[in-house]
């Protein structure tokens, strides 16, 4: 066993070029190498994948990792390969002659990784295959489809909870970004006859700068925001279709590669916009929510949201495709009150049962208190996910600091309100009694006969919603949302009210102004040398065109910016840098070399 994890590290350091393990790895990568089942929970770029390939190159038998798309495959099959480990994919997309060379190769027990679908996993004759091939391991990825709580559930996912004897394996191994509590239980009981070794990783993604801002123009925010990012692979999503195409087209004639993605489009438009932006490491995607799944390209520079997410598990999941390599990456989230609207309306208007829909407002209200809380973005966030941290100095509120008010007084008028009709109000309702909008609620209650009535006409109704949105994220309000949504005030709100405690809100969510300074975030490339970087990423792309695969394939980003930085003049320089393992010095070692001392032909 300690022979073996000696194994992985050496493996680590000369197969992938990579000097350490990412948090949590380590341990899971143990787990599995010992035989024991496990369910690893870890967020979107934290490193899963190598959790099951590295064992695998360790092990010596085969692992069969069951991915749910294609494309993602296909990626992994083209890094595999690309590192020297034997690995392929059964699909229905591969040609014949390749799926029968495929066979052969796990009948000659040749393969360390085989990657399938579910549905080739239906079928007897491939697990009988599987049988002869010596399947020891069966890694599932993405596990949250087997529940039918996550957003993704695919029925398919189901019949795996009998796929390890099916093949024969001694484990199944299962890996997934998605948090919530009531998902993982669902996908252990679904995939394991006991409960397996669970790994729950850290939520954080420190290289991640966070930034979240109300619309003033939006349009024109956004094509600043793709300007400052100019030549670097970013995601722009959007809440509709035509908005998409609307941006894409807006951003094209301004000069930026930009295409769009959405499921109204040709499957063919769709794939191919899709495949330029995997395979190119400048190319902006404008897309709805459809974009995204399974897209496993580490180098994405930037996410924007130009439309509020649906909540905070998709904000999170969204923004998380930014900076999988750990490399600085930027994200701006922009929001309106149009925005707001619509997402509650879309709960409303869902066929989902009460608790469902309770759950879902839930998950709105905590991204709206994302937008709005005063405090550091990653506290508000992690807090979300049940995690505590400083404030990270990474986020716009930690740069910038916010402007606050004395919002006393303010939040004294709004529980007073909640207070004298008894709780059992919603926010319009509430925000009405302040406003002094005899409403015909508002009649029918007697409700414009409270002293309240109209005690903060001075504002309009947005600043008096955005300040119940942040007394809420503070504390001193909940929402009872199992009793139609009534505002009840807590302990800490009885504090405010009763003069003992005071709050802070922010100024500048009441009424959103543009603010005027550059955003920052251009990715820092520590001292690599501008039109160094630049040639070796030109020699990259003409690597990887030749050879038909992604530009991360060949070299991740940090490769070639430590290339720049430090510029190696042997070989065995050159292996010291992060991400060059054997493999890949030996197949393009020389050619990034003779860019470096510049003696190219
Ligand atoms: P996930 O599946 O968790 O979203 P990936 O497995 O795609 O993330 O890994 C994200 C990126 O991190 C990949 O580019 C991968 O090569 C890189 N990576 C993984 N482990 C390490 C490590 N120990 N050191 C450096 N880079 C790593
Ligand atoms: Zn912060």
Known sequence: MADELTRARTILRDVFGFQEFRPGQEAIIAAVLGGEDVLAVMPTGSGKSLCYQLPAIVGGGLTLVVSPLIALMRDQVAQMRALGVPAASLNSSNEPDENRRTTEALRGRALRLLYAAPERLARNDTTALLREAGCTTVAIDEAHCVSQWGHDFRPEYLALGGLRDAVGARQTVAF???????????????????????????FDRPNLRLAIR???GGKKQVAEYVQQHKGEAGIIYCSSRARTEDFATALAAAGVNALPYHAGLDKSVRDANQDTFVRDDAVVIVATVAFGMGIDKPDVRFVCHADLPKNIESYYQEIGRAGRDGLPADTLTLYGQEDIRLRRMQIDDSQAGDEQKRVEFQRLNALLSLCEAPRCRRQTLLAYFGETTEPCGNC????????TFDGTVDAQKLMSAMKRTG??????????????????????????????????????KNEWRSILRQIHAAGLVSLDVAGYGRWVI???????????????LRADVLTP?????????????????????????????????????????????????????????TLAEMSAIHGVGQAKLTRYGAAFLAVITGKES
């Open 176 to 202: 997934t970004a998605t948090a919530d509590a009531a998902t993982r239980a669902d996908v252990a009981a679904q995939l394991f006859r006991s409960r397996p070794r669970l790994f729950l990783g850290g």
């Open 513 to 569: 102004r543009e603010r005027k300074r550059k955003e920052r975030g251009v990715m820092p490339t520590g001292d690599a040398d501008g039109p160094l970087l630049d040639r070796l990423k030109q020699l990259r792309r003409n690597l990887a065109s030749a050879a038909r695969v992604p530009a991360y394939v060949v070299f991740p980003d940090r490769t070639l910016i430590e290339l720049a930085t430090h510029q190696p003049k």
């Open 396 to 403: 716009d509120l930690c740069a910038d600091g916010v402007q």
């Open 490 to 504: 807590t302990p800490a709100g009885r504090e405010v009210m009763g003069g003992r405690a005071k709050i802070d």
């Open 214 to 216: 109300p619309k003033a």
């Open 423 to 460: 709780e059992r109000f919603g926010s319009e309702h509430v925000v009405n009694i302040v406003l002094g909008n005899a409403t015909d609620a508002v009649k029918q209650y007697g409700h414009d006969k409270l002293p309240t009535f109209g005690v903060g006409a001075a504002r309009g």
